[in-house]
């Protein structure tokens, strides 16, 4: 298959939109891991305080089961933050990588042949699958970590409730 020639120009700015477009996602995704974080640090705050001001007016017999969802869900967010930060420097480099190849390829003498199929493919992962792949199935990891956090957050104050009524 051959490359058809392009307006050099219209190559040009479509790397910059590119380019600007990978920017962006990666403001997005840092501010959406900042969220992410400082839920999961309520959460952790809360359920620990959940604990120690529960204990005390649990009996014996039943501190195990009314404060084990909050000690899990602990656990689960402490869990999710770790892997969402393993995502977020995995993704952070990756869209380095990837602007800073299509900043090369503006370098490339402007009416070299397959110079848009070269930033279509940075654009769509080409090369870049396999990690890809696997920072997709570490971020589900984090996000079904952070809901299970939620949940068991739920859970606690329904067992403790339940428990001390």
Not at 146 to 161: K, P, Q, Y
Request: hydrophobic share 50%; proline share 3%; charged share 20%.
């Amino acid at each position: 298959m051959t490359a058809v020639p392009q307006d050099p120009e219209l190559v040009r700015r479509y790397i910059d939109h590119c380019v600007t477009a990978l920017r962006d996602v990666q403001k997005l995704a840092a501010e959406s891991q900042s969220r992410h974080d400082q839920m999961l640090i309520w959460s952790i705050g809360l359920m620990g305080a959940g604990i120690f001001s529960a204990y005390g007016h649990l009996s014996i017999h039943s501190r195990f089961a009314a404060l084990a969802p909050w000690v899990l869900g602990i656990l689960s967010a402490i869990a999710a933050r770790l892997i969402g930060h393993v995502v977020s420097d995995r993704d952070e480099l990756m869209q380095f990588e990837k602007a800073h190849t299509l900043l090369a390829l503006l370098l490339m003498p402007p009416d070299t042949l397959g110079l848009l199929d070269s930033a279509r493919g940075v654009v769509r992962n080409v090369g870049l699958e396999a990690r890809y792949a696997a920072t997709k199935r570490l971020n589900r990891y984090s996000d079904v970590l952070g809901w299970a956090t939620h949940i068991l957050f739920g859970a606690g104050v329904a067992a403790v409730a339940w428990r001390l009524s």
